[in-house]
């Protein structure tokens, strides 16, 4: 089976610009996912969607490919990344190159392993699933969450669970916002990935960080030395 890597990574970025292609630990950010989807041995090609030509040409020093830049349709502040994947297998299929699987990899994944790739890889190879990605536990019961109103007022969303023991609770998980393994049926029909048949597997919290702040972007790099040190 052929498989893809696309790494999304937009010109722009409202919370924290130039994140796609700033240093992090003396990288390029993007460029550590580049290498990990390499390194990994499983795609056939590992390539950038980018509406810039100053990501493409970070993306080609890393060794992916970039053979088209976005439409302007997808490289709207609005689009979201299905439609990104849609376009990207639209655009190798018009020039004869079809894949079975495509792997969506976020752009600032710093902490992603090559070896997470392939454990991914392996479920959706065995288990009966159109999608497989990466969830972190959540650190605190949901079920005890608070809600709180302007004047600072505060009650438990849940409040049947006022006296719930923590070990008592199932445990929650949330996307770790790193990839998205998918057939090509689920990308052309832009199926959302939560639905369907979608499969997951459990990392530790130190192996993820999603960077949408500056604060965001310290805890990677702390993670990223504590990772480094053995820690």
């Not at 990288?27 to 950038?48: I, N, Q, R, Y």
């Not at 297998?89 to 190159?97: I, P, S, T």
Request: net charge negative; charged share 25%; glycine share 6%.
């Amino acid at each position: 089976m052929k498989a893809l890597a696309v790494i999304p990574a937009r010109g722009g970025s409202n919370r924290l610009p130039g994140k796609n292609i700033r240093d992090f630990a003396g990288k390029p950010m993007l460029a550590w996912s580049v290498e990990a989807a390499l390194e990994s041995g499983l795609f056939d090609t590992v390539m950038v969607s980018t509406d810039s030509e100053e990501i493409a040409e970070v993306a080609r020093a890393a060794g992916a490919s970039v053979p088209f830049l976005r439409s302007a349709r997808t490289a709207d502040d609005h689009a979201i990344i299905l439609e990104v994947m849609a376009e990207v297998v639209d655009r190798y299929e018009a020039d004869g190159q079809r894949f079975d699987r495509l792997c969506c990899i976020s752009a600032t994944a710093p902490l992603l392993r090559s070896s997470t790739l392939k454990r991914a890889a392996d479920l959706m190879d065995t288990g009966d699933f159109d999608t497989v990605f990466p969830v972190v536990a959540f650190d605190y019961p949901i079920q005890r969450a608070l809600r709180r109103d302007m004047h600072g007022r505060t009650a438990m969303r849940r409040p049947e669970h006022y006296a719930s023991r923590s070990q008592d609770l199932e445990p929650a998980y949330h996307d770790a916002a790193q990839f998205y393994w998918m057939t090509r049926e689920v990308c052309v029909t832009k199926q959302p990935t939560f639905a369907g048949r979608a499969g997951s597997f459990v990392i530790d919290a130190m192996e993820a960080q999603d960077i949408d702040t500056p604060t965001d972007w310290r805890l990677a790099e702390l993670k990223m030395q504590l990772a480094k040190s053995g820690q």
